[in-house]
């Protein structure tokens, strides 16, 4: 995996999207951006000598957009690229539909639900960064 932490944003809204940019950029992240499912679909899928997996240690996505929705992507990622998953949250204004609720019952990952703080950004990234470093290799542990 590289030295820099990446993240894919996936949202329809501009204005979220620019946020969150901005968020990432603050804390020393590299940002790839994505306006639909689809576009992120194929920058997840963008080079099988680099896996998604060692490429973006966050993938972000908006679970309601147009075209390929946030849970088609979902299903995408799960049946291709698995390991992907421990690193997919979802953002969602929408979890009091019924589609919506058994999507994340279901799914298992990381919810971000709209409005969030952008602390709550910053925390998740940070347990994401954290679990992607590579553990000691002098016999020493780093839990206390």
């Known amino acids: 995996m590289s030295d820099t932490n990446r993240v894919l944003v996936v949202d329809d809204e501009l204005t979220i999207r620019v946020a969150l940019r901005r968020c990432f950029a603050r804390m020393g992240w590299a940002v790839d951006e994505a306006s639909n499912g ?83 950004i910053r925390s998740l990234a940070q347990q994401l960064s954290e679990a992607a470093a590579p553990a000691p290799t002098d016999g020493t542990s780093t839990t206390s």
Request: proline letters at 6%; glycine letters at 4%; a negative charge.
């Open 38 to 120: 689809e576009s992120a679909w194929a920058l997840i899928a963008l080079d099988e000598e680099q896996p998604a997996a060692s490429r973006y240690r966050m993938v972000l996505c908006d679970l309601r957009m147009p075209g390929l929705s946030g849970i088609d992507l979902y299903e995408r990622v799960r049946t291709q690229y698995p390991d992907v998953l421990p690193r997919l949250v979802i953002s969602t204004g929408d979890i009091v539909s019924q589609e919506a609720a058994d999507f994340v019952e279901r799914a298992g990952c990381a919810v971000l639900q709209k409005p969030f703080e952008l602390s709550a």
